[in-house]
């Protein structure tokens, strides 16, 4: 069976709804329509930079080098980790296609060893990449109910993906990654490599040549924190790029802030690089290699 990469839920009214779950129904409906109406271009940039903020974890970056999916075939494991999300996102998530994609996540996840802590550090990039990014950059910030939706929707989210000890509110989540941040933010080789592998490719989606790579990272990498700079391997960007990038993000805020509310939802387009014909669910995501492979 071919999943098409055309939405299959074009408005908020059209999600599967969890029965006797209301705040759930209503987190559900709110992330949609931040993610695809109000905000969709900065919400898929918050969680592109996301990633990098997982690869700053020497445990989490290791992995994703030992197993290869990351350095061998990066272009793939990309568009696989974000149709996964996306399928949750667009059709809900107790939809049969958000069913079928749970299964698929964790059946990946199941063959790894993996600390509970580092499982809720990824998670929480979901939750307050988005959130401070749109602080920062988007025409307006989330309000303080559309933020706790948000964290509501993404802690239903990391349920779902069986990880203990899920956190009860935003605060107490936040107080767990400002100390993760501090204490698990160091330098390895692996940091480097998956890091480095995902910053081009999303430079080639822009059409940046490789020979433009090495500066558009430093571009890239202007508008983050000095702390997941140098775990990452990096050299912190100067002050003036610094002030250029971050200038550019606010110029675009300011030109959106005159700009009449988006109505209709904006789809962000994934998956076409490498499924141009659509895509399998349960063909997404990485498997156990055979001998030989």
Same mark, same amino acid.
């Not at 040549?209 to 000095?226: E, F, S």
């Given at each position: 069976?071919?999943?098409?990469?055309?939405?299959?839920?074009?408005?908020?009214?059209?999600?599967?709804?969890?029965?006797?779950?209301?705040?759930?129904?209503?987190?559900?409906?709110?992330?949609?329509?931040?993610?695809?109406?109000?905000?969709?271009?900065?919400?898929?940039?918050?969680?592109?930079?996301?990633?990098?903020?997982?690869?700053?974890?020497?445990?989490?970056?290791?992995?994703?080098?030992?197993?290869?999916?990351?350095?061998?075939?990066?272009?793939?494991?990309?568009?696989?980790?974000?149709?996964?999300?996306?399928?949750?996102?667009?059709?809900?998530?107790?939809?049969?296609?958000?069913?079928?994609?749970?299964?698929?996540?964790?059946?990946?996840?199941?063959?790894?060893?993996?600390?509970?802590?580092?499982?809720?550090?990824?998670?929480?990039?979901?939750?307050?990449?988005?959130?401070?990014?749109?602080?920062?950059?988007?025409?307006?910030?989330? !309000?303080?109910?559309?933020?706790? =939706?948000?964290?509501?929707?993404?802690?239903?989210? @990391?349920? $779902?993906?069986? %990880?203990?000890? &899920?956190?009860?509110?935003?605060?107490?989540?936040?107080?767990?990654?400002?100390?993760?941040?501090?204490?698990?933010?160091?330098?390895?080789?692996?940091?480097?490599?998956?890091?480095?592998?995902?910053?081009?490719?999303?430079?080639?989606?822009?059409?940046?040549?490789?020979?433009?790579?090495?500066?558009?990272?430093?571009?890239?990498?202007?508008?983050?924190?000095?702390?997941?700079?140098?775990?990452?391997?990096? !050299?912190?960007?100067?002050?003036? =790029?610094?002030?250029?990038?971050?200038?550019?993000? @606010?110029? $675009?805020?300011? %030109?959106?802030? &005159?700009?009449?509310?988006?109505?209709?939802?904006?789809?962000?387009?994934?998956?076409?690089?490498?499924?141009?014909?659509?895509?399998?669910?349960?063909?997404?995501?990485?498997?156990?290699?055979?001998?030989?492979?």
């Amino acid at each position: 069976m071919i999943d098409s990469l055309e939405p299959q839920v074009t408005t908020a009214d059209g999600l599967s709804v969890p029965d006797g779950a209301p705040e759930l129904a209503e987190a559900q409906r709110t992330v949609w329509r931040l993610a695809h109406i109000d905000f969709p271009w900065d919400i898929n940039k918050a969680l592109e930079f996301a990633l990098l903020r997982t690869y700053a974890v020497p445990s989490i970056s290791g992995l994703l080098a030992r197993t290869g999916e990351f350095s061998e075939r990066v272009s793939k494991r990309y568009d696989d980790t974000a149709l996964l999300i996306r399928e949750v996102l667009r059709n809900g998530i107790d939809s049969d296609r958000a069913r079928r994609s749970f299964a698929r996540i964790n059946a990946m996840h199941g063959r790894y060893r993996i600390a509970t802590d580092d499982y809720l550090y990824v998670l929480s990039t979901f939750v307050f990449s988005p959130i401070d990014w749109v602080g920062r950059f988007g025409h307006r910030p989330m !309000t303080e109910t559309e933020q706790r =939706l948000w964290f509501v929707y993404w802690n239903e989210f @990391g349920r $779902r993906m069986g %990880i203990d000890r &899920l956190y009860p509110d935003i605060h107490s989540f936040r107080a767990f990654v400002d100390e993760f941040e501090r204490t698990r933010f160091v330098y390895a080789e692996s940091n480097r490599l998956i890091s480095e592998r995902t910053i081009d490719l999303v430079l080639s989606d822009y059409f940046v040549p490789r020979i433009l790579h090495r500066g558009g990272r430093q571009v890239a990498l202007a508008i983050t924190d000095r702390p997941l700079v140098e775990a990452l391997g990096f !050299t912190y960007p100067s002050a003036p =790029l610094r002030v250029l990038a971050l200038g550019g993000l @606010g110029l $675009r805020r300011a %030109i959106l802030k &005159l700009l009449p509310k988006r109505r209709a939802p904006k789809w962000q387009e994934i998956g076409g690089r490498t499924y141009p014909e659509g895509y399998n669910i349960e063909e997404l995501g990485t498997f156990p290699r055979t001998k030989g492979a």
